[in-house]
Every structure is written in structure tokens, then in C-alpha cells.
């Protein structure tokens, strides 16, 4: 099975900071890499997928990168409406794993 | 508008059975493949098997965690999705989602609002 690390699992930050999350695979996924956002008690809510392209209707300030092993995602500014748990999963082979989490919570 | 909503979650006793159900809409269902995926209390995603869509004869993949146990199915007269989960288990408890993949492509594009399964004695 291929492990997915994201880091860190939580961080604290302002609004209007640019925040970065990371996230490993333990061996080469190409790009079928994608980002998910969870507020409390919804449902999880796709932002990224083939690691860099954007979901419809996600805006711009969301974006990824990444190919390989090592993926990113990034918040130009973040905004109240920003804080949440996010996640990334690999979709390259079977079983479909998700990385633990990152928790982004207000400073 | 693509929906997705869950149903049959409920109290089971370990070792008890169960069977969710995913109502789709909005979107031509026997075109895309479908997942399941569950969230423990307080932890994060797991995703639990997959159905192929028509052109690909429906095949499943499944977890390891519930190989054997649950079944996935099907039934795209109805637009449904169903998930049969056999010899529950109390690590099984969490909210369970059902998810679409776009079509030509396998991450998840809409989710459904989940369904609990509580497995206790």
C-alpha cells in the first residue's frame, strides 16, 4: 500500500497568511494526487485534483504542486472561511489511501 | 445539480449486518465509478471500496479492513449505490460517505453528507 504523510498535522495561523501543507507519498504516484477540505461535521469538499488543477468553482487562491513523492498544498491569504481540516489521497493504485490530516486553526 | 445522500446507518450489535444506501442525482450515474469512504469519531478519512461504472462491468475494489465483510453493489435503474457491511465490527463505527469520480477521471469529486453506523454491544 502506498502511505501518505502529510505535515504538519496541525498549524496555527492569521488571516491574510499564506499557509503551505505538505504531503509524501512513500513511493512515485506521478500526479493522481488530490486535496480535500472537512469543516466540522460536513462532508469532506474537493479543491485539487491531478495535484495542480482546480476544481471548479474552488477559487484561485487555493493551488498544488508537486509530481512524484512530494505534493503542496497552498492558501495565498488565508480567510476566515479557510479553517478546516484538509487532506490529501492518492489515486494511483489500489487501495486509495488519504494522508492523516492537517488541521489549520486561527493564531 | 449532482446530490448524493446516504441512508440506513444506524445502532448494530458487533458481529451484525447492515446496508447503506446512496441515492445519486443529477448526473448519469452507470457512467461513473463510485466509492465509498468512512470517518471514525474524531479521525480522519478511510476510504473503504470502489465500483467501477458500466463500461468497465462494475468490478469492486475493496480495503483490506473490510475485505470480505462488505460488499459493494449497485443498481443504476435506481441511480443507487449500496454498501452491505457483514460481521461488524466495533472499529467499524464511523460516518460513512458515499463519493463520485468525474468521469474519464478517479479521485472524488462530490460527496455525499454521510451516514452514521454505530457498531456496539
Known amino acids: 500500500d502506498i502511505q501518505m504523510t502529510q505535515s504538519p498535522s496541525s498549524l496555527s495561523a492569521s488571516v491574510g497568511d499564506r499557509v503551505t501543507i505538505t504531503c509524501r507519498a512513500s513511493?512515485?504516484?506521478?500526479?493522481?494526487l488530490a486535496w480535500f477540505q472537512q469543516k466540522p461535521g460536513k462532508a469532506p469538499k474537493s479543491l485539487i485534483y491531478?495535484?495542480?488543477s482546480l476544481q471548479s468553482g474552488v477559487p484561485s487562491k487555493f493551488s498544488g504542486s508537486g509530481s512524484g513523492t512530494d505534493f503542496t498544498l497552498t492558501i495565498s491569504s488565508l480567510q476566515p472561511e479557510d479553517f478546516a481540516t484538509y487532506y490529501c489521497?492518492?489515486?494511483?493504485?489500489?487501495?486509495?489511501?488519504f494522508g492523516g490530516g492537517t488541521k489549520v486553526e486561527i493564531k | 445539480e449532482v446530490q448524493l445522500v446516504e441512508s440506513g446507518g444506524g445502532l448494530v450489535q458487533p458481529g451484525g449486518s447492515l446496508r447503506l444506501s446512496c441515492a445519486a442525482s443529477?448526473?448519469?450515474?452507470?457512467?461513473?465509478?463510485m466509492d465509498w469512504v468512512r470517518q471514525a469519531p474524531g479521525k480522519g478519512l478511510e476510504w473503504v471500496g470502489r465500483?467501477?461504472?458500466?463500461?468497465?462491468?462494475?468490478?469492486?475494489e475493496y480495503a483490506a479492513s473490510v475485505k470480505g465483510r462488505f460488499t459493494i453493489s449497485r443498481d443504476d435503474s435506481k441511480n443507487s449505490l449500496y454498501l452491505q457491511m457483514n460481521s461488524l465490527k466495533t472499529e467499524d463505527t464511523a460516518v460513512y460517505y458515499c463519493?463520485?469520480?468525474?468521469?474519464?477521471?478517479?479521485?472524488?469529486?462530490?460527496w455525499g453528507q454521510g451516514t452514521l453506523v454505530t457498531v456496539s454491544s
Open positions: 463519493a463520485r469520480s468525474p468521469y474519464s477521471n478517479y479521485y472524488s469529486d462530490y
Open positions: 443529477g448526473f448519469t450515474f452507470s457512467d461513473h465509478y
Open positions: 465500483s467501477r461504472n458500466k463500461a468497465n462491468s462494475y468490478t469492486t
Open positions: 513511493q512515485g504516484i506521478s500526479n493522481y
Open positions: 491531478d495535484a495542480s
Open positions: 489521497q492518492q489515486y494511483k493504485s489500489y487501495p486509495l489511501t
